[in-house]
């Protein structure tokens, strides 16, 4: 056991630097004064050195060779399933092309800034191009003869494939398509809410709403950010949220998608703490967590009721007429062309677009040159209406520019699993309606981490979501609960 | 040069890394959540291992001895120096007794406190008596056959020594207690502040006299922590204050304090930036500007003038009944126990005190279980009184705790070399009672800036405040200033 105990000792003071990282990574989009900016990338760069010379070890290949995993239990077998996925990828990317990974996207980001704020797409295609370029270079030196797009989607989402998650996509396209074209041509209009909203007392809900769903302050803090995000594991797990006066709805349901990232990684065993199990197993999963906490859970009848009577005590009214017209503005479908901003039932056509258009771009099959254009074709053919400008098309997500392909379809992943996990949770918790209806999630949370947050690394996505449902993973559940709720919504 | 160029951008990482250390200990003072303390530990202590194998790397040796000295600039020559001083001192400490050193004083620190507590001596003696021994291996491995205690010394202010420090202080002394027995024997008797001043007024004020004193907010933020402190160099060096809602002269005095570390930090020449002249040359020549910020401009009757009427504006009163009274409050002398309490005259009185008992220490001509006795003989005499329990006594300073031996002279150093600098600055800036006087001390700032700060590590110690001055540093300027001061405000 010499090989495994000195491995894991490596591990944890590896995992211990990339937290180091992640609080960087915080502070910067937090507390960093705004002149900070380059030395900050000089210190993040120092520590990316540090983390990736552990990573190519070579020690670690050795000790990995000498573990004898048959004298292994579950969770050391699952450690070195991590250890030697992580250690492959890390090996097989030559270095040069990890520098050179980090320089053009870095520029890229920068340059797709300008791109969107002028919405000038020529500008950004000469450096997309290179970045495609470098991914498939990429994926061709982590795919060891499989498919391009599936080596890269396994850094986000291990076990899962393009194909699978591509006939999944084919099959649920359809039925969105046709209940968002029943929606918009229903005759019930709901009215956005209206008013203002002071900032102090969005995040003094804010802080109550992440109480009453289970966050653990004693591990975290919320701060506002221009970004919502969460960062860090083990016992340090911060969240992030944003405030707009004129609309509160973006701040509340943003820390309860943040509290349910954060209350994922906060709920896992502290046994794992510092090792590679010690984090969420996969974006997908990761994603289900936060879905469920702010769409299946948040976006209730039963809570919307709670927060409506909460808003008009903390506001003085809560911008709307009665709790029914607040649960019909909180879940008010409209065609709007951002993705971020997308309610329930467009969100996830968002994201087909865009893993279907990464996909050929990886594959080869579809030019940078051709991107604008197959985007706004798709997107009008989906979405009923035509893209106005590239930053609301084409530019408008970052991801691309840093070199986050394989990474869209976790968005929908994580709302399929969360759909299975709600049919789950209704079934186990059956007070869960009236908890939400008195603002409260607690019982909630407890299940979720005892069936899913526990268990970190332990399984892989997909059997972490089976075991907690007791079925395999579809998109059947979810389908079913969009229709329902926006069929009683909107009347269809 | 190119082990010169080799070395410089080994260095460069090294630096970048050194501020990532320090940014964490930021953040645990500040931000982190209560429950990640063992977490952060290990994170620090991973980021530690990377730095010590690093200030140890043999290539450091190898480029060092490759390096031609006199091919390189003055600017090369002191990073070289700068760089030889603390690989030799990295590469003498056996690894072992480092690792000793971080365990015993990790856990000498926890006893500490509780000692300190509980007013139980007997509780602390045997781990101080373990860092004590420890801290004489240390010396004996750095000292290379000089005195020990300059060995310790060394670390915090290079080129000092024991004798030279003691031979000033005994002169200072006997000067330091007439005065003091003076200022008793007064029939002035200045009341304190009274009032309640609530916090964000404090906050306010304390932002404003940043502000006013130079402080740059771009590379910079102000935040609250039990103890103040100054963190980072370069672009990102940030201060806190604490807050008393009884008592606001800690909350500006505080932030003056941190502003003069800050000033300094943030004044180095930005060509710099990540190397070892980035950073203030030593603690004695740190604490000249933070004393110099605030005492001899901070706590000025010109400057009292200003704070009594703008603290009347933010407090509606500022606890006095006229500015001179305000004046009188601000600089009353009291003989009181605390060292971080100490007025101007006290507070050197406090550091010989300790510099005697620790260099008797290390020479080993004073027993740990002796170490009570002697503190409280000592105070006797040149305080006037008693101690009356531990706490207030040789229990009250977490330094020793923690193997800080050699530090404490730094404060004094400090005090000595701004009195030098004061009566420079005064003759360079004839404004500067006037500026005061309507509350700004930019001038004095640039000054500063310009003869001290912006050089960094460039000159040794004494030779960066000879060039600042003009002559080289001596005691008399300050025991002249505290005489005239105090002798005019107790009608001496």
């Not at 981490?449 to 059997?463: C, K, N, Y």
């Amino acid at each position: 056991m010499v090989a495994f105990d000195d491995l894991m000792a490596f591990q944890r003071e590896t995992e211990a630097l990339a937290q180091v990282m992640g609080r960087l990574g915080w502070d910067q989009e937090t507390m960093m004064p705004k002149g900070a900016a380059q030395q900050r990338a000089d210190e993040m760069g120092a520590l990316e050195s540090v983390l990736h010379a552990r990573r190519t070890d070579s020690r670690v290949g050795d000790w990995l060779a000498a573990v004898d995993e048959g004298a292994l239990d579950d969770v050391g077998r699952a450690q070195i399933r991590h250890i030697r996925r992580s250690h492959a990828r890390a090996v097989r990317l030559p270095d040069t092309l990890s520098a050179q990974l980090a320089r053009v996207t870095s520029r890229a980001q920068g340059i797709w800034a300008e791109a969107r704020a002028a919405d000038d797409v020529a500008h950004f295609l000469p450096v997309l191009t290179e970045v495609v370029r470098l991914k498939r270079e990429e994926a061709a030196a982590l795919a060891d003869g499989r498919d391009l797009y599936d080596a890269l989607l396994d850094d986000y989402e291990p076990g899962a494939t393009a194909e699978g998650i591509g006939a999944m996509f084919d099959r649920m396209r359809p039925r969105l398509v046709d209940l968002r074209e029943r929606i918009m041509g229903s005759a019930r209009t709901p009215a956005a809410l209206s008013g203002n909203f002071p900032a102090e007392g969005q995040m003094v809900l804010a802080r109550e709403v992440a109480s009453h769903f289970g966050y653990d302050w004693r591990h975290g803090r919320l701060d506002r950010s221009v970004h919502p995000f969460t960062s860090g594991s083990g016992t340090d797990v911060r969240i992030t949220t944003r405030v707009d006066t004129a609309e509160p709805l973006g701040c509340l349901y943003s820390t309860l998608h943040e509290v349910g990232h954060g209350a994922y990684e906060q709920g896992i065993d502290p046994a794992f703490r510092l090792t590679p199990l010690g984090q969420g197993v996969s974006m997908g999963v990761h994603e289900s967590q936060s879905r469920i906490y702010e769409n299946q859970l948040g976006r209730s009848r039963a809570f919307c009721g709670w927060l409506f009577g909460r808003m008009g005590e903390v506001f003085g009214q809560a911008g709307a007429g009665d709790a029914d017209a607040f649960y019909a503005a909180v879940n008010r479908v409209h065609s709007g062309h951002i993705r971020t901003e997308a309610d329930e039932v467009h969100y996830n056509l968002h994201i087909m677009l865009r893993f279907d258009l990464e996909r050929e771009l990886i594959a080869g099959r579809l030019e940078v040159a051709d991107l604008e254009e197959a985007w706004n074709a798709r997107f009008a053919a989906d979405f009923g209406v035509a893209v106005d400008r590239p930053a609301n098309g084409v530019l408008q997500d970052v991801h691309w520019s840093v070199g986050l392909f394989g990474y869209f379809p976790t968005y929908t992943l994580g709302n399929v699993y969360a759909g299975c996990l709600y049919t789950a949770l209704r079934a186990a918790v059956p007070s869960l309606d009236n908890d939400l209806a008195r603002g409260h999630a607690e019982p909630a949370t407890a299940w979720l981490r005892d069936h899913v947050q526990r268990h970190g690394g332990l399984s892989e996505p997909a059997a972490t979501i089976e075991r907690a449902c007791g079925f395999a993973p579809h998109e059947g559940p979810l389908l079913d609960y969009l229709d329902a709720k926006f069929g009683a919504l909107y009347d269809l």
